[in-house]
C-alpha cells in the first residue's frame, strides 16, 4: 500500500511505527521525501492525535499477529491478542474522529473468512462468509481471532452507531 500511494506522488504520506531498527527502510523508498514516519502506539492516544492531525485519509491495518501459536490460553489470547487489536481500532477510530478525518479504510485479511467449513466451495466468499470462530480456536489459528472479533462482534457492540 505504501509503495502504491508513494507512487501516486501524493504530497504527504503520514506512516505510523514502532520503534524497530527494520523500518530503517522505508527511508529508501522511492519518493520517500513524501513519508512522514511517525513513531506510535496504537494504544497511546496522544501518539495517535499527532499523527491524525491534518490528515484528509487513514487506512488502518494494524493488528498484533505473533509468530507460531503463542497463546497457551484464551485469557492470554483475549489480553495479548484480541483486546489491544479492539483497542487500537477504537483508538484510531476516535483520534480519526477528533481530528476530522474525511475517510477512515480499516483493511482486514482474507483470514476473516477463509476457515468457514459451512461455505458452499463455489459461492464467492462476501460479508456474508466469516470464519468459524470454534474451528480457529480448535485448529489454533489465533491470528484470525482479532479480525474475526474486531469486524463481527465488537464493531456491533462498541459502535452501533459509530460516525465520523
Known sequence: MIFT???????????????????????RLENAQNLKLFKADL?????????????????H???PVPLGNAFDSEARLLADMIHPAVDGTLNVLKACSEAK??????VSSVATVVLNPNWPFDKIMDENCWSDKELCRKTEV??????????????V???PSYHL
Open 43 to 59: 494504544l497511546d492516544d496522544e501518539s495517535l492525535s499527532a499523527a491524525m492531525t491534518g490528515c484528509e485519509g487513514v487506512f
Open 5 to 27: 500511494y508513494l507512487g501516486l506522488h501524493f504530497p504527504e504520506i503520514r506512516l505510523l511505527i514502532s520503534d524497530d531498527p527494520k523500518n530503517v527502510h522505508l527511508k
Open 101 to 106: 478525518v474525511k475517510r477512515v479504510v480499516l
Open 142 to 155: 489465533t491470528h484470525r481471532a482479532p479480525t474475526w472479533f474486531i469486524e463481527f462482534g465488537e464493531w
Open 61 to 63: 491495518a494494524a493488528c
Open 157 to 159: 457492540a462498541y459502535l
